[in-house]
T-cell receptor, first 111, second 114 residues
Framework: DAKTTQPPSMDCAEGRAANLPCNHS???????VYWYRQIHSQGPQYIIH???NNETNEMASLIITEDRKSSTLILPHATLRDTAVYYC????????????FGGGTRLMVKP | NAGVTQTPKFQVLKTGQSMTLQCAQD?????MSWYRQDPGMGLRLIHY???????DQGEVPNGYNVSRSTTEDFPLRLLSAAPSQTSVYFC?????????????FGNGTRLTVT
C-alpha cells in the first residue's frame, strides 16, 4: 500500500473550517483514500473515502488533487467534539481492508 | 444494531497467564481483524479473517492466535502473556464483498500485563 504523510498536529478555531492535508505521492490507480478519526482512545471512526472525485457526506468533504498525489479532508464548521487524531490511509480496492494506520494528525479545536 | 462488541473493556494479567479477547459483530460482515495500539502510535494489524474458517497474519502476529468458527465471532488468544503485550486492542469488521467498504471498530480492550 502507498504510504501517507500527514502533519503531526494542527489547531483550528471552533466554528471555522478545519483543513487536514495528506500526501500520498506513490498512490496507484486502484487505491482509495480513506479518512478515519480516533477520539480519545475510542475505536477509530470512519469519516469518508474516495478514489479520484471529490466526495462529501454529513461529516466532511474530501478533496483529491487531479494527479491523486495528495488530498485534503475538510470539516466545514469544526466543533470541540472534533478534537481527535485523524488518519489518512490509502488502500487497494480488493485488499480486504487491511488498512495500515500511520501516526495521523492530532487536531485540536480551540474555543 | 450493536455493531462491533469487544469484551472485556479492561484486563490485567500476570506474565505467563493466558486469556481470550472476545469480538463479536452483528452486521454479517465477512472480514474481521485485530489491531493493537501502543501509546502515541498508530494501529498495527495482528491477524485478520476474510470469512469463517479462514485466518491470516498481519504485521505483528507473534504471541497471538486466532480462529474464526462463525461469521459473527473472532476471538484473539494470548497463550502466555508478556509485558510487551500491554496495549489497547481493537477489533474491526467490514463487508468483504464490497472491496472498498470501510472498517467498523469496537471500542477496545485495554490490557495490562505485569
Amino acid at each position: 500500500d502507498a504510504k501517507t504523510t500527514q502533519p503531526p498536529s494542527m489547531d483550528c478555531a471552533e466554528g471555522r473550517a478545519a483543513n487536514l492535508p495528506c500526501n500520498h505521492s506513490t498512490i496507484s490507480g486502484n487505491e482509495y483514500v480513506y479518512w478515519y478519526r480516533q477520539i480519545h482512545s475510542q475505536g477509530p471512526q470512519y469519516i469518508i473515502h474516495g478514489l479520484k472525485n471529490n466526495e462529501t457526506n454529513e461529516m466532511a468533504s474530501l478533496i483529491i488533487t487531479e494527479d491523486r498525489k495528495s488530498s485534503t479532508l475538510i470539516l466545514p464548521h469544526a466543533t470541540l467534539r472534533d478534537t481527535a487524531v485523524y488518519y489518512c490511509i490509502v488502500n487497494k480496492k480488493n485488499a480486504g481492508n487491511m488498512l495500515t494506520f500511520g501516526g495521523g494528525t492530532r487536531l485540536m479545536v480551540k474555543p | 444494531n450493536a455493531g462491533v462488541t469487544q469484551t472485556p473493556k479492561f484486563q490485567v494479567l500476570k506474565t505467563g497467564q493466558s486469556m481470550t479477547l472476545q469480538c463479536a459483530q452483528d452486521m454479517n460482515h465477512e472480514y474481521m481483524s485485530w489491531y493493537r495500539q501502543d501509546p502515541g502510535m498508530g494501529l498495527r494489524l495482528i491477524h485478520y479473517s476474510v470469512g469463517a474458517g479462514i485466518t491470516d497474519q498481519g504485521e505483528v502476529p507473534n504471541g497471538y492466535n486466532v480462529s474464526r468458527s462463525t461469521t459473527e465471532d473472532f476471538p484473539l488468544r494470548l497463550l502466555s502473556a508478556a509485558p510487551s503485550q500491554t496495549s489497547v486492542y481493537f477489533c474491526a469488521s467490514s463487508d468483504w464483498d464490497r472491496g472498498n467498504s470501510p472498517l467498523h471498530f469496537g471500542n477496545g480492550t485495554r490490557l495490562t500485563v505485569t
